[in-house]
């Protein structure tokens, strides 16, 4: 198995509050990704990284904003949390973009209350 | 702009065989990627196909056309454990960059 961790797991928080979901890496893959999957829309692309300080932005990034200082970890932020961002958000790393498969982390399950 | 369609739900018998069909609509179609999920699990790479033709591994096979815009994953000899969401994902290229668009996945459930 790919070594990515996902922190925390699970999470309960209120409308409003800023929320940081940490993604761990430890193959050193350049190119990360955060994910979010809904019933009945599958995964979604918030934002990835295709390198240390270089990110963009996916096709669902409103609301959300990331960083990646080190090459094994990149954080995910909501900035004033709402209840449409109650989700699972996966994490996934790859080694470059053509025909490399990516790796996804176990998951943390958001509930915005 | 880009659409994947996949059915949604899909019932077998253990021992037999399914095929879940997969449709695409993409500008910059660079690969197709068949994932696996169980309920409450990561999804876990399958299989991957860019030229024409049938890709084989073990129990499970996957079919590109891309001339039609479709893609099926074959499962063989299916087993209880075989039961999952089956997540179509087409790699595109338009943009600068090859991004990932997943279909909402096909939801399998494999009956004694």
């Known amino acids: 198995d790919a070594g990515i961790t996902q922190s925390p797991r699970h999470k309960v928080t209120e409308t409003g509050t800023p929320v940081t979901l940490r993604c761990h890496q430890t193959?050193?893959?350049?190119?990360m990704y955060w994910y979010r999957q809904d019933p009945g829309h599958g995964l979604r692309l918030i934002h990835y990284?295709?390198?240390?300080?270089?990110?963009d932005k996916g096709e669902v990034s409103d609301g959300y904003s990331v960083s990646r200082s080190k090459t094994e970890d990149f954080l995910l932020t909501l900035e004033s949390a709402t209840s449409s961002q109650t989700s699972v958000y996966f994490c996934?790393?790859?080694?470059?973009?053509?025909?490399?498969?990516?790796?996804f982390g176990p998951g943390t399950r958001l509930t915005v209350t | 702009g880009q659409n994947i369609d996949q059915p949604t739900e899909m019932t077998a018998t253990e021992g037999a065989i399914v095929q879940i069909n997969c449709t695409y609509q993409?500008?910059?179609?660079?690969?197709l990627f068949w994932y696996q999920q169980h309920a409450g699990e990561a999804p876990t790479f399958l299989s991957y196909?860019?030229?024409?033709g049938l890709e084989e591994k073990g129990r499970f096979s996957s079919f590109l056309s891309r001339s039609k815009g479709y893609s099926y994953l074959l499962l063989k000899e299916l087993q209880m454990k075989d039961s999952a969401s089956y997540l179509c994902?087409?790699?595109?290229?338009?943009?600068?960059?090859?991004?990932?668009?997943f279909g909402a996945g096909t939801r399998l459930a494999v009956h004694p």
């Open positions: 990284s295709y390198g240390v300080k270089d990110t």
């Open positions: 996934a790393i790859s080694e470059g973009t053509g025909g490399y498969e990516q790796y």
């Open positions: 196909n860019v030229l024409d």
């Open positions: 993409t500008s910059g179609f660079n690969g």
């Open positions: 193959e050193n893959h350049r190119y």
């Open positions: 994902a087409v790699r595109d290229g338009s943009g600068g960059y090859n991004k990932l668009i």
